[in-house]
């Protein structure tokens, strides 16, 4: 499918193709420049008049839902039928996610605390794609009965928590490493952000995910 976009966005991996869009605006006149005949847009940032827009000029928005992973796989379906690209990924896709919860689904479940941002103190909690992807690898999410992506919670009930395993940025463990109790807990930093918004490198980043939750499971 990548050999069929011809723009993008500034946050895209994609480097050889006009950014047209930012996290503030979409820019229209650029994107009639290059004469698409359908956009991809992300559900939770969509310009409320973009489809009007687009469609006076006879362009197909497509939307891209990525709250759980069975939306993302379902709306990349919807996109490949759209677009019809000569090597569809979604159904690939779905099959990997399948092998990796079949894979830990007998697994001990492993306390493992995401953290998403330092400062002030936001984890995953018991909502969206990334709470999914803890529960495929066999992970216990503390926070996971919390009914939000990512609550703001206190450095004492990280604490409490008492997880095996923390995953987050290498900011976020400097800041841990000031709380004693915390201090000697196994850590991993991802070495990118495909953990963080689903797209084709997402498969494998969890495949590591779910290696380094492993991995701390054999040595408790």
């Known amino acids: 499918m990548a050999e069929q976009i011809v723009g993008r966005d500034q946050a895209s991996d994609l480097r050889d193709v006009p ?13 009639l420049r290059l004469k698409p005949t ?5 559900q939770d940032s969509l310009p409320a008049s973009l489809a009007r827009q687009l469609n006076a000029f006879g362009i197909t928005l497509l939307i891209s839902n990525t709250r759980s992973l069975e939306d993302w ?38 306390p493992t605390v995401w953290v998403i941002w330092p ?28 009914g ?9 009930q990280l604490i409490r928590a008492q997880p095996a395993l923390i995953v987050g940025s290498p900011e976020a463990r400097t800041q841990i490493a000031e709380w004693p109790t915390l ?6 930093s991802p ?18 995910l779910c290696e380094q939750i492993d991995n701390r499971r054999n040595n408790l």
Not at 19 to 31: C, G
Not at 119 to 146: W, Y
Not at 148 to 156: H, I, Y
């Open 19 to 31: 950014i047209v869009a930012d996290y503030q605006r979409v820019n229209l006149e650029a994107i």
């Open 38 to 42: 359908h956009v991809i847009a992300w």
């Open 73 to 110: 796989i379902n709306s990349t379906r919807q996109i490949e039928q759209a677009l019809g690209p000569t090597n569809p990924v979604a159904a690939k896709w779905q099959a990997g996610f399948d092998q990796l919860r079949t894979r830990f689904a007998d697994s001990d479940p492993v």
């Open 119 to 146: 400062k002030p103190l936001m984890v995953v909690g018991g909502q969206g794609f990334q709470s999914e992807l803890l529960a495929l690898c066999g992970a216990k999410n503390p926070f996971g009965t919390v």
């Open 148 to 156: 939000q992506v990512a609550p703001a919670v206190d450095p004492e």
């Open 183 to 188: 201090a000697g807990r196994a850590y991993w």
């Open 191 to 208: 070495d990118n952000d495909h953990l963080s918004r689903p797209g084709p490198a997402l498969l494998g980043a969890t495949e590591t």
